[in-house]
């Protein structure tokens, strides 16, 4: 899912959601800077091991790994399994005329125009999140503030054998995205992706259709977000779990 459902998931599974476990839950979308792969933060093996490491390294920083297994458990209904059906929410309601969209907005193979439709749908869940009077900017904004970037930036540094003055970096664009937008609103979705294209992706997009595309993405999500969201809160994971 996108920054806003990860955000308001952990506020409706949490009694307690301060600024660490608010940013865990958005922290393995940082994947998208390159400072680590979608396979770390996000699959089980290289969870647990961080979990470890963090607590013998920075016991400070353990509210942290709360935030990541919400992700963990909002991923897993959008991705992998959904009220006992495969795949998740996510890729199950990615239609035909999404994908031919999709084809017209970027120009990638036919296995990333899929990855960029579930994103269009978790893109969907937020838009109608934000605009169904749950803005999480705020808490968001202020999170991200809150927490130090330097112990964050040692923390995956010393994890995952990266300079920290890199980690420091990704970690400044990462919380850039998921601050910059004003994501109630197509144009700002827009915006979003197509810098996301060209920062991760290295590729321009079309945005035009781009905007048809995230039309279409909020037409097919608009009756069923909610139930999805609801459903996942009601139904979170008893344990970290491969979600991709
Ligand atoms: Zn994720």
Redesign the pocket.
């Given at each position: 899912?996108f920054f806003n459902a990860?955000v308001y998931y952990t506020t409706r599974v949490d009694r307690n959601p301060n600024e660490l476990k608010v940013v865990g839950s958005i922290l393995?979308?940082m994947?998208a800077t390159g400072l680590v792969t979608?396979d770390n933060?996000?699959k089980k093996k290289d969870l647990l091991e961080l979990f470890s490491y963090t607590h013998k390294t920075s016991l400070e920083l353990t509210p942290l790994l709360d935030g990541l297994s919400y992700?963990?458990s909002l991923?897993y209904t959008?991705?992998t399994e959904y009220k006992n059906s495969k795949p998740g929410y996510s890729y199950a309601s990615i239609t035909p005329q999404l994908l031919e969209l999709m084809k017209k907005t970027i120009n990638v193979p036919d296995a990333r125009v899929r990855t960029s439709c579930h994103n269009l749908i978790e893109a969907g869940v937020d838009y109608h999140l934000l605009n169904d009077n749950n803005d999480m900017a705020t808490l968001i904004r202020t999170s991200i503030e809150q927490v130090d970037k330097h112990k964050l930036a040692g923390l995956l540094s010393g994890y995952y054998q990266k300079t920290e003055e890199k980690a420091l970096w990704a970690l400044n664009d990462f919380f850039t995205f998921a601050t910059n937008y004003n994501l109630k609103d197509i144009d700002g979705w827009v915006k979003l992706l197509t810098d996301m294209n060209k920062y991760y992706l290295k590729i321009e997009t079309n945005e035009l259709y781009a905007k048809k595309t995230l039309e279409t993405a909020f037409e097919i999500t608009k009756d069923t977000w909610k139930e999805y969201l609801e459903f996942s809160i009601s139904h979170p994971l008893k344990e970290i779990t491969d979600?991709?």
């Open positions: 899912m990860h393995p979308d994947a979608w933060l996000h992700h963990n991923d959008s991705h979600c991709n």
